[in-house]
């Protein structure tokens, strides 16, 4: 005789209600830990190359600043919410940033949004406590770039996309039109995550489970033509576009495979978590399927379509008595099997990551980490669906664990400060001797793409002294030709800074050396201030 399942407390109206205020407690602590890492030391960091453009292209003339080649693959949104938060011409780093920052901290709640649909409110719970402490989620929640917006427009639209496909509700669809198009505003990788949603659509539609395509394909419909300027504006600068993509090199399958680690937590979360989690799960269903053959009761094991009518029954008595079923709301779609939730989840998890990989080998090399972002949220969720499956608080176990191991992380992050371009630049006002020295920064000639206004950001932002003699050495893309070879000819030692170029048989051809740079009695052949290299190059010697 098999063992009937337990009759738990969540079976119950009084216990769903405890369950609902516990869910929205648990949310506002990780809200609370969300809110404290994304701002703590958000202007501490210098900004980078990356981030001056950000800058740069939100105080240009607007027109003007969808042209600027250096910005060419990111879309407007970033730029126009800064420029609607500060018209400041010289904003701090922390206004800079905050965008990025809000929007990190809306995909704590849409994570467990997500995951309360996907699994219900312990899995929910789970996926926004890991979201709240990856490190790479963290980092670019602090950088003026929008993925940290890609990753909560891509929650949100398939979330959305999920509810619409399963219940035709017509809030869904216009949800899903507006934050798809946003999204797409945001970042064009959204469309890596759309193309998981039209696929999963097909495949649902073919295996019979809910044919709706009409509805479904209206709203990518909608979100198509609402793309339009933008779809035109990347097919004319595409060329260009693809330009400023050409510091990525081809991926390999180990560094596509790195990609996915640094996305969830590492080669521990892979091996530690999902090997054995899918080895017993296929255990698991073994039993279950024979415990289904020997009797029609319910049991311990395979007890979970009982327990799911009792969910459905308790929130309907919730309904009827006027209250609202909070965040265990996911219970309303439930009448249609989450199972293809989960199928959703692998085409996002598959297209995001491994359309990277596709994208490289037809077009052009694009495996680069921040770009498969999207992925961050189902290489998450899956592995929290399969504990989940295997022991009723496993995804609660895992995000303790792994939410340690985040902190960890974070302490060991924010205890080494990277040195940037303002520590360069006062590092440099204390060294450089303007009788003696003269500062040098290497330009990439790239006039197509403006590269060299790009490079010059720096020096906008974190301005040099007045006094200190400066001037640019330009080095074509071939590295052999050079403009201002005044500079070589200079008989003064200087500072070179390098950002793109390699000069060095530049400098050689002209009878220019390198010196050893000394710190703190300690010598160095050349200084690193991300992603700036600071060299020594001796006096012109001109003895005969």
């Known amino acids: 005789m098999n063992r009937t399942a337990p009759q738990d407390e969540t079976l119950t109206l009084d216990g769903i209600r405890k369950a609902h205020w516990r869910a929205w407690a648990i949310l506002a602590a990780l809200l609370v830990l969300a809110v404290s890492v994304r701002l703590y030391g958000l202007g501490s960091r210098s900004l980078w190359a990356d981030e001056f453009c950000t800058w740069h292209v939100s105080r240009m003339p607007l027109g003007e600043s969808f042209r600027w080649g250096p910005e060419l693959t990111k879309p407007p949104l970033y730029q126009l919410t800064l420029r609607t938060i500060t018209s400041d011409p010289h904003p701090p780093e922390w206004v800079l940033r905050l965008p990025a920052a809000i929007a990190g901290i809306l995909a704590i709640p849409a994570a467990f949004w997500l995951g309360t649909l996907a699994g219900g409110a312990r899995v929910g719970c789970a996926l926004a406590g890991l979201l709240a402490m ?49 999204t797409f505003y945001a970042h064009y990788l959204v469309v890596l995550t759309l193309a998981a949603h039209v696929i999963w659509l097909a495949f649902v539609s073919v295996k019979g489970d809910r044919c709706f395509p009409r509805i479904p394909s209206f709203a990518l419909l909608a979100v198509g033509v609402l793309c339009v300027p933008m779809v035109w504006h990347y097919y004319i600068y595409r060329q260009m576009t693809f330009q400023g993509l050409d510091w990525i090199r081809p991926p390999t399958w180990a560094s596509a495979f790195a990609v996915l680690g640094k996305l969830s937590f590492g080669y521990a979360w892979v091996f530690a978590v999902l090997a054995p989690a899918l080895t017993v799960w296929a255990v698991v269903g073994a039993r279950q399927t ?110 303790a664990a792994f939410m340690a191991y985040g902190g960890v992380q974070r302490l060991d992050q924010s205890s080494t400060v990277a040195l940037g371009f303002r520590e360069l630049v006062e590092f440099l006002g204390e060294r450089v001797d303007p009788a003696k020295d003269a500062v040098v920064l290497t330009i990439d000639d790239m006039a197509d793409l403006h590269w060299d206004d790009a490079e010059r950001l720096g020096f906008a932002y974190y301005p040099l002294p007045t006094s200190m003699p400066y001037s640019e050495l330009h080095v074509a893309p071939d590295g052999i030709t050079v403009e201002n070879p005044e500079v070589l000819k200079d008989p003064r030692a200087f500072w070179l800074m390098v950002l793109h170029t390699a000069p060095f048989p530049i400098l050689e051809r002209a009878g220019r050396k390198a010196l050893q740079i000394q710190v703190e009695n300690r010598w160095f052949s050349q200084l690193l201030f991300e992603p700036y290299r600071l060299l020594k190059i001796a006096p012109l010697d001109t003895t005969p």
């Open 134 to 182: 990856q490190p790479f989620h963290i980092h670019h929640s602090q950088e003026a770039r929008p993925y940290s917006m890609l990753v909560l427009g891509c929650i949100l639209s398939t979330g959305l996309w999920y509810r619409l496909v399963a219940s035709r509700r017509s809030v869904d669809w216009v949800l899903y039109v507006v934050v798809a198009t946003l």
């Open 290 to 399: 024979r415990a289904r053959q020997s009797s029609d009761e319910p049991t311990e094991e395979g007890g979970s379509a009982t327990m799911h009518a009792q969910l459905i029954a308790c929130h309907s008595a919730l309904a009827k008595a006027g209250e609202e079923p909070g965040p265990f709301a996911a219970f309303r779609v439930t009448s249609w099997d989450r199972r293809n939730l989960c199928g959703l989840l692998a085409a996002w998890l598959f297209c995001s990551w491994f359309g990277l990989l596709v994208i490289s080998w037809i077009r052009h090399p694009a495996m680069v980490d921040r770009y498969a972002i999207p992925a961050i949220i189902p290489a998450l969720l899956l592995p929290l669906l399969v504990s989940e499956r295997l022991f009723q608080k496993g995804p609660l176990v895992l995000m």
